[in-house]
Protein backbone atom coordinates (compact mmCIF):
# COMPACT_ATOMS: atom_id res chain seq x y z
CA UNK A 1 0.00 0.00 0.00
CA UNK A 2 2.64 2.22 0.93
CA UNK A 3 3.90 1.94 -2.95
CA UNK A 4 0.75 3.17 -4.11
CA UNK A 5 0.12 6.64 -2.09
CA UNK A 6 2.87 8.55 -3.85
CA UNK A 7 0.95 8.29 -6.98
CA UNK A 8 -2.61 8.83 -5.12
CA UNK A 9 -1.18 11.98 -4.43
CA UNK A 10 0.10 12.62 -8.06
CA UNK A 11 -3.52 11.64 -9.32
CA UNK A 12 -5.22 13.86 -6.66
CA UNK A 13 -3.23 16.80 -7.69
CA UNK A 14 -3.60 16.58 -11.32
CA UNK A 15 -7.10 16.46 -10.83
CA UNK A 16 -7.16 19.74 -8.13
CA UNK A 17 -5.09 21.63 -10.79
CA UNK A 18 -7.60 20.13 -13.76
CA UNK A 19 -10.65 21.36 -11.53
CA UNK A 20 -8.55 24.72 -11.24
CA UNK A 21 -8.35 25.27 -14.28
CA UNK A 22 -11.23 24.76 -16.05
CA UNK A 23 -13.11 26.92 -13.03
CA UNK A 24 -10.68 29.78 -13.94
CA UNK A 25 -11.41 28.96 -17.87
CA UNK A 26 -15.24 29.34 -17.30
CA UNK A 27 -15.14 32.13 -14.98
CA UNK A 28 -15.49 34.68 -17.43
CA UNK A 29 -17.60 32.50 -20.20
CA UNK A 30 -20.74 33.67 -21.78
CA UNK A 31 -23.94 32.12 -21.25
CA UNK A 32 -26.83 32.92 -23.51
CA UNK A 33 -30.78 33.52 -23.50
CA UNK A 34 -32.02 32.31 -26.33
CA UNK A 35 -35.59 31.69 -28.24
CA UNK A 36 -36.58 29.42 -31.21
CA UNK A 37 -37.84 30.58 -34.53
CA UNK A 38 -41.36 29.54 -34.78
CA UNK A 39 -44.57 29.64 -37.11
CA UNK A 40 -47.75 31.24 -36.70
CA UNK A 41 -50.33 34.52 -36.87
CA UNK A 42 -48.42 38.22 -37.11
CA UNK A 43 -51.53 40.78 -37.30
CA UNK A 44 -49.48 44.36 -37.46
CA UNK A 45 -52.24 46.97 -35.99
CA UNK A 46 -52.31 51.09 -35.31
CA UNK A 47 -53.59 51.73 -31.85
CA UNK A 48 -55.74 54.93 -30.91
CA UNK A 49 -58.44 55.98 -28.47
CA UNK A 50 -61.85 57.30 -29.29
CA UNK A 51 -65.70 58.37 -28.47
CA UNK A 52 -68.36 56.08 -29.19
CA UNK A 53 -71.12 58.73 -31.26
CA UNK A 54 -74.45 58.14 -33.13
CA UNK A 55 -74.00 58.20 -36.45
CA UNK A 56 -76.59 61.42 -37.07
CA UNK A 57 -76.77 63.15 -33.55
CA UNK A 58 -79.06 66.40 -33.73
CA UNK A 59 -79.12 69.41 -31.05
CA UNK A 60 -82.41 70.65 -30.99
CA UNK A 61 -82.64 74.27 -29.79
CA UNK A 62 -84.96 77.23 -29.71
CA UNK A 63 -84.77 80.32 -32.15
CA UNK A 64 -87.00 82.69 -29.91
CA UNK A 65 -86.62 83.55 -26.12
CA UNK A 66 -89.20 82.81 -23.02
CA UNK A 67 -90.48 80.30 -20.56
CA UNK A 68 -90.77 76.44 -21.39
CA UNK A 69 -94.62 75.97 -21.34
CA UNK A 70 -94.81 72.38 -21.80
CA UNK A 71 -92.45 69.54 -22.19
CA UNK A 72 -93.60 66.11 -24.23
CA UNK A 73 -90.01 64.44 -24.57
CA UNK A 74 -87.94 63.04 -22.08
CA UNK A 75 -84.49 60.79 -21.83
CA UNK A 76 -84.82 58.31 -24.10
CA UNK A 77 -88.22 59.00 -25.64
CA UNK A 78 -88.75 57.86 -29.17
CA UNK A 79 -90.19 60.60 -31.25
CA UNK A 80 -91.13 61.13 -34.93
CA UNK A 81 -89.60 63.96 -37.44
CA UNK A 82 -92.56 66.86 -37.21
CA UNK A 83 -93.58 65.44 -33.62
CA UNK A 84 -93.70 68.29 -30.78
CA UNK A 85 -91.36 67.94 -28.35
CA UNK A 86 -91.49 70.89 -26.13
CA UNK A 87 -93.94 74.23 -26.29
CA UNK A 88 -92.25 77.89 -25.32
CA UNK A 89 -95.15 80.08 -23.72
CA UNK A 90 -96.34 82.10 -26.85
CA UNK A 91 -98.46 84.94 -25.23
CA UNK A 92 -96.58 87.78 -25.74
CA UNK A 93 -95.73 86.55 -29.14
CA UNK A 94 -99.55 86.33 -30.18
CA UNK A 95 -99.97 89.73 -28.24
CA UNK A 96 -97.18 91.11 -31.18
CA UNK A 97 -99.22 88.95 -34.01
CA UNK A 98 -102.25 90.99 -32.85
CA UNK A 99 -100.09 94.49 -33.04
CA UNK A 100 -98.50 93.73 -36.20
CA UNK A 101 -102.17 93.03 -37.85
CA UNK A 102 -103.35 96.04 -36.70
CA UNK A 103 -100.55 97.87 -37.79
CA UNK A 104 -100.73 96.39 -41.12
CA UNK A 105 -104.78 97.44 -41.11
CA UNK A 106 -103.94 100.49 -40.32
CA UNK A 107 -101.24 101.21 -43.08
CA UNK A 108 -103.95 99.50 -46.15
CA UNK A 109 -105.98 102.31 -45.02
CA UNK A 110 -104.00 104.98 -45.53
CA UNK A 111 -102.89 103.71 -49.39
CA UNK A 112 -106.83 103.45 -50.07
CA UNK A 113 -106.39 107.20 -48.73
CA UNK A 114 -103.62 108.15 -50.93
CA UNK A 115 -105.25 106.41 -53.88
CA UNK A 116 -108.17 108.40 -53.66
CA UNK A 117 -106.20 112.08 -53.57
CA UNK A 118 -104.17 110.83 -55.87
CA UNK A 119 -107.43 110.13 -58.77
CA UNK A 120 -108.57 113.36 -57.21
CA UNK A 121 -105.26 115.12 -58.11
CA UNK A 122 -105.33 113.42 -61.14
CA UNK A 123 -108.67 114.69 -62.64
CA UNK A 124 -108.21 118.21 -61.30
CA UNK A 125 -104.94 118.30 -63.20
CA UNK A 126 -106.37 117.00 -66.18
CA UNK A 127 -109.03 119.91 -65.88
CA UNK A 128 -106.52 122.34 -65.16
CA UNK A 129 -107.64 123.44 -61.84
CA UNK A 130 -104.60 121.99 -60.25
CA UNK A 131 -100.82 122.15 -60.42
CA UNK A 132 -98.45 119.93 -61.16
CA UNK A 133 -96.53 120.18 -57.83
CA UNK A 134 -100.16 119.15 -56.05
CA UNK A 135 -100.16 116.16 -58.32
CA UNK A 136 -96.62 115.40 -57.90
CA UNK A 137 -97.19 115.58 -54.25
CA UNK A 138 -100.29 112.96 -54.31
CA UNK A 139 -97.98 110.45 -56.19
CA UNK A 140 -95.48 110.48 -53.40
CA UNK A 141 -97.18 109.70 -51.12
CA UNK A 142 -99.76 107.55 -52.67
CA UNK A 143 -96.19 105.11 -53.60
CA UNK A 144 -95.18 105.85 -50.04
CA UNK A 145 -98.22 104.71 -48.42
CA UNK A 146 -97.55 101.19 -50.73
CA UNK A 147 -93.97 100.79 -49.26
CA UNK A 148 -95.08 100.99 -45.85
CA UNK A 149 -98.16 98.45 -46.33
CA UNK A 150 -95.50 95.77 -47.31
CA UNK A 151 -93.41 96.99 -44.32
CA UNK A 152 -96.21 96.21 -42.25
CA UNK A 153 -96.52 93.14 -43.94
CA UNK A 154 -93.26 92.07 -43.07
CA UNK A 155 -93.46 92.69 -39.76
CA UNK A 156 -96.70 90.64 -39.50
CA UNK A 157 -94.70 87.97 -41.05
CA UNK A 158 -92.22 87.96 -38.73
CA UNK A 159 -94.37 88.00 -35.82
CA UNK A 160 -96.20 84.83 -37.12
CA UNK A 161 -92.69 83.32 -37.05
CA UNK A 162 -91.68 83.76 -34.12
CA UNK A 163 -95.28 82.55 -32.90
CA UNK A 164 -94.67 79.35 -34.72
CA UNK A 165 -91.46 78.72 -33.17
CA UNK A 166 -92.85 78.46 -29.68
CA UNK A 167 -93.89 75.50 -30.86
CA UNK A 168 -90.54 72.88 -31.13
CA UNK A 169 -90.63 69.62 -32.99
CA UNK A 170 -88.24 67.05 -34.06
CA UNK A 171 -86.23 67.68 -36.78
CA UNK A 172 -85.64 63.50 -37.28
CA UNK A 173 -86.98 59.90 -36.60
CA UNK A 174 -84.62 59.05 -33.54
CA UNK A 175 -84.38 58.59 -29.81
CA UNK A 176 -83.97 61.76 -27.16
CA UNK A 177 -80.38 61.18 -25.40
CA UNK A 178 -80.13 64.34 -23.87
CA UNK A 179 -83.16 67.11 -22.25
CA UNK A 180 -81.40 70.32 -20.86
CA UNK A 181 -84.34 72.37 -19.54
CA UNK A 182 -87.25 71.84 -17.30
CA UNK A 183 -90.64 73.19 -17.53
CA UNK A 184 -90.55 76.67 -16.30
CA UNK A 185 -87.06 77.59 -17.16
CA UNK A 186 -86.77 80.41 -19.80
CA UNK A 187 -84.42 79.99 -22.53
CA UNK A 188 -82.73 83.04 -23.82
CA UNK A 189 -82.01 82.86 -27.32
CA UNK A 190 -80.15 86.63 -28.30
CA UNK A 191 -76.59 85.42 -28.67
CA UNK A 192 -77.02 81.51 -29.31
CA UNK A 193 -79.92 79.23 -29.90
CA UNK A 194 -79.99 76.99 -26.26
CA UNK A 195 -80.04 73.17 -26.98
CA UNK A 196 -83.33 71.95 -25.49
CA UNK A 197 -82.84 68.33 -26.89
CA UNK A 198 -80.51 65.90 -28.29
CA UNK A 199 -81.72 63.41 -30.30
CA UNK A 200 -79.60 60.22 -32.01
CA UNK A 201 -81.16 59.09 -35.16
CA UNK A 202 -80.47 55.56 -34.84
CA UNK A 203 -78.47 53.87 -31.73
CA UNK A 204 -78.14 50.57 -33.52
CA UNK A 205 -76.06 52.23 -36.26
CA UNK A 206 -72.98 54.11 -34.59
CA UNK A 207 -69.42 55.75 -35.34
CA UNK A 208 -66.26 55.97 -32.83
CA UNK A 209 -64.29 59.12 -33.06
CA UNK A 210 -60.83 58.55 -32.55
CA UNK A 211 -57.49 59.90 -33.07
CA UNK A 212 -54.89 58.16 -34.70
CA UNK A 213 -51.24 60.16 -34.19
CA UNK A 214 -49.64 61.32 -37.44
CA UNK A 215 -46.66 59.14 -37.28
CA UNK A 216 -49.16 55.78 -37.83
CA UNK A 217 -52.04 57.61 -40.40
CA UNK A 218 -50.29 56.76 -43.08
CA UNK A 219 -50.69 53.25 -43.15
CA UNK A 220 -54.63 53.78 -41.82
CA UNK A 221 -57.00 53.29 -44.74
CA UNK A 222 -60.82 53.64 -45.32
CA UNK A 223 -61.97 49.63 -45.34
CA UNK A 224 -59.68 48.27 -42.45
CA UNK A 225 -61.12 45.99 -40.05
CA UNK A 226 -61.17 47.33 -36.40
CA UNK A 227 -61.19 45.45 -33.30
CA UNK A 228 -62.07 47.78 -29.57
CA UNK A 229 -63.03 47.32 -26.62
CA UNK A 230 -65.08 49.55 -23.97
CA UNK A 231 -64.61 49.39 -20.09
CA UNK A 232 -68.51 48.73 -19.69
CA UNK A 233 -67.62 45.13 -21.44
CA UNK A 234 -63.46 45.13 -20.57
CA UNK A 235 -64.01 41.15 -22.20
CA UNK A 236 -65.89 41.21 -25.25
CA UNK A 237 -64.29 42.38 -28.34
CA UNK A 238 -66.57 44.02 -30.70
CA UNK A 239 -65.81 44.93 -34.36
CA UNK A 240 -66.24 47.68 -36.76
CA UNK A 241 -64.64 49.09 -39.92
CA UNK A 242 -62.17 52.21 -41.02
CA UNK A 243 -64.94 54.88 -43.25
CA UNK A 244 -62.90 58.61 -43.02
CA UNK A 245 -59.77 59.38 -41.76
CA UNK A 246 -60.18 63.41 -42.03
CA UNK A 247 -57.80 65.29 -43.53
CA UNK A 248 -58.15 68.28 -41.13
CA UNK A 249 -55.61 68.26 -38.13
CA UNK A 250 -56.01 68.37 -34.19
CA UNK A 251 -53.25 69.73 -32.56
CA UNK A 252 -53.08 69.79 -28.96
CA UNK A 253 -49.32 70.50 -27.02
CA UNK A 254 -47.58 69.84 -30.10
CA UNK A 255 -49.27 66.15 -30.42
CA UNK A 256 -50.68 66.22 -34.15
CA UNK A 257 -53.66 63.77 -34.54
CA UNK A 258 -56.09 62.85 -37.31
CA UNK A 259 -60.00 62.40 -36.97
CA UNK A 260 -60.43 58.64 -37.89
CA UNK A 261 -63.99 57.66 -37.91
CA UNK A 262 -64.99 53.66 -37.61
CA UNK A 263 -68.72 52.63 -38.24
CA UNK A 264 -69.47 50.32 -35.68
CA UNK A 265 -72.88 48.24 -35.75
CA UNK A 266 -75.15 48.14 -32.55
CA UNK A 267 -78.18 45.84 -32.80
CA UNK A 268 -78.23 44.76 -29.13
CA UNK A 269 -77.92 48.62 -28.27
CA UNK A 270 -74.98 47.33 -25.47
CA UNK A 271 -73.06 50.33 -27.24
CA UNK A 272 -73.80 53.76 -25.62
CA UNK A 273 -73.12 57.14 -26.35
CA UNK A 274 -69.92 58.93 -25.05
CA UNK A 275 -68.53 55.65 -24.26
CA UNK A 276 -64.67 55.56 -24.44
CA UNK A 277 -63.14 53.17 -26.83
CA UNK A 278 -59.46 51.58 -27.05
CA UNK A 279 -59.05 50.85 -31.06
CA UNK A 280 -57.21 48.60 -32.64
CA UNK A 281 -56.93 49.28 -36.55
CA UNK A 282 -55.50 45.97 -38.89
CA UNK A 283 -53.60 47.64 -41.07
CA UNK A 284 -51.66 43.84 -41.99
CA UNK A 285 -51.79 40.24 -41.26
CA UNK A 286 -50.04 37.16 -41.99
CA UNK A 287 -51.07 33.47 -41.26
CA UNK A 288 -48.55 30.55 -41.09
CA UNK A 289 -45.34 33.05 -41.34
CA UNK A 290 -41.81 32.94 -39.79
CA UNK A 291 -41.13 34.41 -36.24
CA UNK A 292 -38.67 35.69 -33.85
CA UNK A 293 -38.76 37.32 -30.91
CA UNK A 294 -37.95 41.49 -30.68
CA UNK A 295 -35.24 40.83 -28.81
CA UNK A 296 -33.01 38.45 -31.10
CA UNK A 297 -32.95 41.94 -32.79
CA UNK A 298 -32.12 44.07 -30.50
CA UNK A 299 -29.12 42.18 -29.16
CA UNK A 300 -25.64 42.82 -29.93
CA UNK A 301 -22.51 41.09 -28.94
CA UNK A 302 -19.72 43.40 -27.02
CA UNK A 303 -17.60 41.79 -29.32
CA UNK A 304 -19.63 43.41 -32.70
CA UNK A 305 -18.35 44.99 -35.52
CA UNK A 306 -19.09 48.59 -36.39
CA UNK A 307 -21.63 47.23 -39.41
CA UNK A 308 -23.09 44.94 -37.33
CA UNK A 309 -23.68 48.08 -34.76
CA UNK A 310 -25.24 50.22 -37.57
CA UNK A 311 -27.63 47.86 -38.45
CA UNK A 312 -29.15 48.40 -35.06
CA UNK A 313 -32.65 49.18 -35.03
CA UNK A 314 -35.10 49.33 -32.10
CA UNK A 315 -37.14 46.63 -34.46
CA UNK A 316 -39.44 46.80 -37.20
CA UNK A 317 -41.83 49.61 -36.94
CA UNK A 318 -44.99 48.33 -35.36
CA UNK A 319 -42.82 47.56 -32.46
CA UNK A 320 -43.59 50.69 -30.75
CA UNK A 321 -46.66 50.94 -28.93
CA UNK A 322 -48.71 52.67 -31.03
CA UNK A 323 -48.08 49.41 -32.90
CA UNK A 324 -48.20 50.58 -36.38
CA UNK A 325 -46.12 52.66 -38.96
CA UNK A 326 -45.77 50.06 -42.19
CA UNK A 327 -41.72 49.68 -43.09
CA UNK A 328 -40.17 48.31 -46.10
CA UNK A 329 -39.05 44.93 -45.90
CA UNK A 330 -35.07 45.51 -44.66
CA UNK A 331 -32.00 43.36 -43.94
CA UNK A 332 -31.30 43.10 -40.43
CA UNK A 333 -29.01 41.11 -38.26
CA UNK A 334 -29.41 38.26 -35.92
CA UNK A 335 -27.22 35.96 -34.05
CA UNK A 336 -27.58 32.08 -34.07
CA UNK A 337 -26.10 30.38 -31.29
CA UNK A 338 -22.97 28.22 -32.73
CA UNK A 339 -20.98 26.09 -30.62
CA UNK A 340 -21.67 27.88 -27.75
CA UNK A 341 -20.39 31.57 -29.38
CA UNK A 342 -22.91 33.48 -31.26
CA UNK A 343 -22.91 33.89 -35.00
CA UNK A 344 -24.31 36.83 -37.06
CA UNK A 345 -26.54 36.07 -39.69
CA UNK A 346 -28.36 38.55 -42.37
CA UNK A 347 -32.09 38.20 -42.23
CA UNK A 348 -34.98 40.21 -44.17
CA UNK A 349 -37.89 41.07 -41.97
CA UNK A 350 -41.32 41.46 -42.25
CA UNK A 351 -44.31 43.20 -40.36
CA UNK A 352 -44.35 43.45 -36.60
CA UNK A 353 -47.23 43.13 -33.68
CA UNK A 354 -44.45 44.72 -31.18
CA UNK A 355 -43.77 41.26 -29.29
CA UNK A 356 -42.62 39.07 -32.76
CA UNK A 357 -41.29 40.02 -36.32
CA UNK A 358 -42.00 37.90 -39.43
CA UNK A 359 -38.60 36.71 -40.92
CA UNK A 360 -38.75 36.60 -44.48
CA UNK A 361 -35.01 35.71 -45.30
CA UNK A 362 -31.94 34.05 -43.72
CA UNK A 363 -33.73 31.56 -41.07
CA UNK A 364 -35.58 28.33 -41.03
CA UNK A 365 -37.76 26.71 -38.61
CA UNK A 366 -36.47 25.57 -35.00
CA UNK A 367 -33.50 27.92 -35.16
CA UNK A 368 -32.13 29.38 -31.97
CA UNK A 369 -31.45 32.84 -32.00
CA UNK A 370 -29.19 34.75 -29.28
CA UNK A 371 -31.74 37.43 -27.16
CA UNK A 372 -29.40 38.18 -24.28
CA UNK A 373 -26.18 37.60 -22.68
CA UNK A 374 -25.35 36.52 -18.93
CA UNK A 375 -22.14 36.38 -18.04
CA UNK A 376 -21.24 34.42 -14.71
CA UNK A 377 -18.01 35.45 -12.46
CA UNK A 378 -17.13 34.48 -9.44
CA UNK A 379 -18.37 36.43 -6.49
CA UNK A 380 -14.83 37.23 -5.44
CA UNK A 381 -14.27 38.93 -8.64
CA UNK A 382 -17.35 40.61 -9.37
CA UNK A 383 -18.40 41.69 -5.51
CA UNK A 384 -15.56 44.52 -4.53
CA UNK A 385 -15.01 44.61 -0.73
CA UNK A 386 -17.13 45.89 1.40
CA UNK A 387 -15.40 47.58 4.54
CA UNK A 388 -18.77 47.60 6.24
CA UNK A 389 -19.22 44.09 5.96
CA UNK A 390 -19.58 41.79 9.27
CA UNK A 391 -16.45 40.36 10.74
CA UNK A 392 -13.65 41.19 13.54
CA UNK A 393 -12.54 45.11 13.27
CA UNK A 394 -9.49 45.98 15.00
CA UNK A 395 -8.84 49.76 15.54
CA UNK A 396 -5.56 51.68 16.85
Known sequence: MKRFVPWLVV?????????????????????????????GPITQAVTATGTLNPVVNVQVGSQVSGNIAKLFADFNSQVKAGQVVAQIDPALFQ?????????????????????????????????????QADLDQAMANLHQAEANVKI?????????????????????????????????????????????FQIANDLTKMQIDSNVAEADVGVVQVGQDVDFTVDAFPMRIFHGKVVQVRNAPITVQNVVTYDTLI???????????GMTA??????????????????????????????????????PMGAR????????????????????????????????????TEVMEGLKGDDRVVTAELTSKSPAASTPANPFSGGPRRFP
Open 11 to 39: IVGLLLIAFVVRQCHTRGAANYQTATVTR
Open 95 to 131: ATVTQAEGDLANAQAALELARVNAKRTQDLFARKTSS
Open 152 to 196: KQGALDKAKADLEHCTITSPIDGVVISRNVDVGQTVAASLQAPVI
Open 263 to 273: GVSNPDLKLKP
Open 278 to 315: NVSIIVAHKDNVLQIKNAALRYRPAEATPAELGSRSPG
Open 321 to 356: GSGGRERRTSGRTVYLLSGGQPKPVQIKTGISDGVV
